[in-house]
């Protein structure tokens, strides 16, 4: 048989539904594995979250959880859910990152999203951003740091080419503009520097790394909160982005988008991440 990587539709009141339903009539899948979809769907009212709506989002990741640790998936592409709705009823993960990282038992994963010419990856993700700067920590940048290596190294980069963002304007101006790039994310970056399968470099202007890496600079950017790295990614490529979550033990893609509550049930919505979702879940599984 197959392997099978399994899809869960996400919050069924939003568009999850309808872009896998799209994704797997496209005749656009890889044809050496099979796809399973969990998560009940029912008489939700596309476009009117509710607390069930919610409950049956929790549901799917629950079954997604327990086919991944009982082998009987090899891969899971996870549909967009509601952070809030999610926090709601009781499920108190940041996000589908941070719970599937729980339900595995790994404290070493990252948030990464990839698509067209660009892959980044976030030292912090979900915080509030007046957290931020208090949560960077020299550490978790180079752990974070090397996650990204692999990753790339798995795409293909021999010696892959990451540069490290800066946390302020202009990389914080010598220290004119936040001192955070000298005291923290400096020495993190000179630690990177010792890595001998990888070439790091940085913190740069935030500003203009991201143009550098489209062009071909660099191949991934160490980002150092959530909207750094995912306003540029989903500018260069909304429909083609993929989120892939670092460190687990199995793969776990997802379209880059959120549930759009707004167009659900309008035929609108386009499937095109969601496919990029299921192709580079499955590449990674013919890698591993």
């Known amino acids: 048989m197959k392997p099978i990587i399994g899809i869960t539709s996400g919050d ?30 029912g008489d939700h009212k596309p476009g009117s979250p509710t607390g069930e709506s ?26 967009p859910v509601s952070k809030k709705g999610l926090h709601d009823v009781g499920c108190h993960f940041p996000g589908q990152t941070e ?17 067209g010419g660009l892959t980044v990856a976030l030292v912090t993700a979900h915080v509030p951003l007046a957290q931020v700067a208090g949560l ?16 790339l190294r798995q795409c ?8 490290v963002a800066g946390l302020n304007p202009h990389a914080g101006e010598g220290g004119d ?3 955070e790039e000298i005291k923290i994310i400096s020495p993190a970056v000179r630690e990177l520097e010792k890595s001998k399968d990888a070439v790091f470099s940085g913190p740069l202007s935030p500003d203009t790394i991201f143009r550098r890496a489209v062009a071909g600079e660099f191949d991934g950017v160490l980002c150092m909160y959530h909207d750094q790295g995912l306003i540029p990614l989903k500018l260069h490529a909304f429909d083609q982005g993929v989120n892939v979550t670092l460190g687990l033990p199995f793969v776990r893609t997802s379209p880059d988008h959120g549930t759009a509550f707004e167009i659900a049930g309008k035929g609108i919505a ?6 990029a979702a299921i192709h580079r879940a499955a590449l990674m599984l013919r890698i591993r």
């Not at 719970?99 to 698509?115: D, E, H, I, S, W």
């Not at 960077?136 to 990753?151: C, M, S, T, Y």
């Not at 386009?270 to 496919?275: A, E, F, G, L």
């Open 136 to 151: 960077l920590d020299k550490n978790e940048i180079v752990r974070i740091g090397n996650l990204l290596a692999a990753f």
């Open 12 to 41: 069924p009141a939003g568009i999850g539904p309808e872009v896998i339903r799209a994704a797997l009539a496209s005749r656009d899948l890889p044809g050496d594995f099979e796809y399973e979809v969990v998560g009940k769907v």
């Open 177 to 179: 503009i936040g001192a």
């Open 270 to 275: 386009r499937s095109d991440s969601m496919q």
């Open 54 to 79: 919610a409950r049956a989002a929790v549901e799917a990741l629950e079954t997604a959880a327990k086919n991944l640790a009982s082998g009987r998936w090899r891969g899971v592409v996870t549909g």
């Open 156 to 163: 293909g980069c021999r010696e892959p080419r990451i540069v």
């Open 99 to 115: 719970f599937f990282a729980a339900r595995a038992g790994v404290k070493n994963y990252a948030m990464c999203l990839t698509g």
